[in-house]
């Protein structure tokens, strides 16, 4: 079990690093299995990611596309980017519902064509 530990331990040290980096991920390979081109289940690719909070200004729907939430720093009310929204219909459902109730003007330099929200 030992070595299970110092290699999780090797991972998440080494996760970190190419985070702090800038890196999209690591990749790693079983350690026992010689390398051999082409897909394989041998090899993972671990994406770094970053958790913060955000506030939402408005939602881009089109049909068919997957909805991108429009998102500010907090307290700023200035554009940050966008996002990918991953929930399952009823909390898609539950969102679009009180976008549509909180809808506001466009924040400064922003158009109206989107659906955006009220700040708070």
């Not at 690093?17 to 079983?30: F, N």
């Not at 394989?40 to 939402?56: A, D, I, M, P, R």
């Amino acid at each position: 079990m030992r070595g299970v530990w110092i290699a999780s331990l090797f991972a998440l040290t080494a996760a970190y690093v190419a985070d702090q980096a800038g890196l999209e991920g690591i990749v790693s390979k079983r350690a026992d299995s010689p390398y051999r081109s082409g897909p394989t289940t041998n090899w993972l690719k671990t994406k770094s990611f970053t958790v913060q909070e955000y506030e939402l200004l408005g939602v881009e729907r089109e049909p068919g596309k997957a909805a991108f939430a429009l998102l500010a720093k907090p307290g700023t009310g200035k554009y940050a980017g966008s996002a990918f929204i991953t929930l399952n219909q009823e909390m898609r459902e539950r969102l679009w519902k009180r976008v549509q109730e909180h809808a506001g003007p466009p924040p400064k330099g922003k158009n109206g064509r989107r659906p955006w929200v009220r700040p708070g």
